[in-house]
Each structure stands twice: as C-alpha cells, then as structure tokens.
C-alpha cells in the first residue's frame, strides 16, 4: 500500500508541473467569445516594438532576449495524465482537504519547487504546518482506496517512468 502512495503522490506532483506549464490567459480569466484570426500580421521587430527606431545594437540586444526567455510547454500526453488525476481530487470527501491537495500539488517547473510551502498553507489555513501534513496524508489515503475500490476506470497507476502498471 505505502508504494501506492508514493505512486499517487508522485502522479499528483506530475500533475501539478503539468498544470503549472499551462498557459495562463493575462487577466486569469477564461478566454470569451472572439475571432480566431489576428487582426493586422505583424513582423518580428513590429512584435518587439523595435520597427522603426533603435539602433541596429538594440535590435539585436531584443532578439537576445527572446531567445533566452524559456517556455516551458506540456505535451498533450502529460495533459491526459493532468485530466486523470484532477478526476482522482473528487475521492477526496473533505472540500478543505481537497483545496490542501490541490494546493500542494502545484510543483514550479523551472525550479522543482513546491509552489506553497507548509508554512504558507499552515498561515493560509490556519493550522498547524504537522497536522496539514497529516491531513494531505490522510487525503492522499483517501485517494489510494478510492482507487483501490475501483471507482476511477482504466489504469490506475502508471509510474511516470511507465514502468509499473497495476
């Protein structure tokens, strides 16, 4: 049962990097009704704001920092697995454990970081940075034997590595 766990907390951690590299609309809101099409082409240096002035130093300075700016994508596998494993948060009976879970999933992928830390839930929460961890353990539990219980259909645990399929 304890690799279970670590397999659920693992896919979860995936999951949360996954999300994390979604694009993120500028408002954070969902994108309304619009047309798909742009409305004027632009060039690259129309884009960079450098079309008709600067020095030909500045140009080049603007495209060096394009290509050093990192964008990180997902591929559309790592969605599927994201979408499979925010259908597992519902085995989760308890709405404020399911928030700590989704909360504590969040990994930067840059960094490998937790995006919250325990301290900042515990402050966000008010409780306790131990008893949260009892908690997400609790709530990752609850996961495993919601799964184990067979009410999520397909695989249930594939190891990032894909390896191990139960």
């Not at 996954?18 to 969902?30: C, F, V």
């Not at 240096?45 to 140009?59: K, N, P, T, Y």
């Not at 969605?79 to 709405?95: C, F, K, N, S, T």
């Amino acid at each position: 049962m304890a690799d279970y766990h670590d397999d659920v907390r693992r896919r979860l951690e995936d999951a949360g990097r996954t999300l994390m590299m979604l694009p993120m609309p500028k408002d954070g809101m969902p994108a309304g009704n619009r047309a798909a099409w742009p409305d004027v082409l632009q060039g690259f240096w129309d884009v960079m704001g450098l079309a008709e002035e600067g020095s030909v130093e500045e140009r080049m300075e603007a495209l060096a920092q394009v290509r050093n700016a990192v964008t990180l994508r997902a591929n559309p596998a790592a969605i599927e697995r994201l979408d499979e494993v925010l259908g597992w948060l519902w085995h989760i009976r308890i709405a404020k454990r399911r928030r700590l879970v989704a909360a504590r999933m969040q990994i930067n992928p840059l960094s490998d970081r937790h995006v919250f830390s325990w301290r900042r839930l515990a402050r966000d929460f008010a409780m306790s940075p131990r008893q949260l961890q009892r908690w997400h353990e609790d709530a990752i539990r609850e996961i495993v034997n919601g799964l184990a219980a067979g009410n999520v259909g397909g695989e249930i645990f594939v190891a990032t590595n894909a390896t191990n399929v139960v």
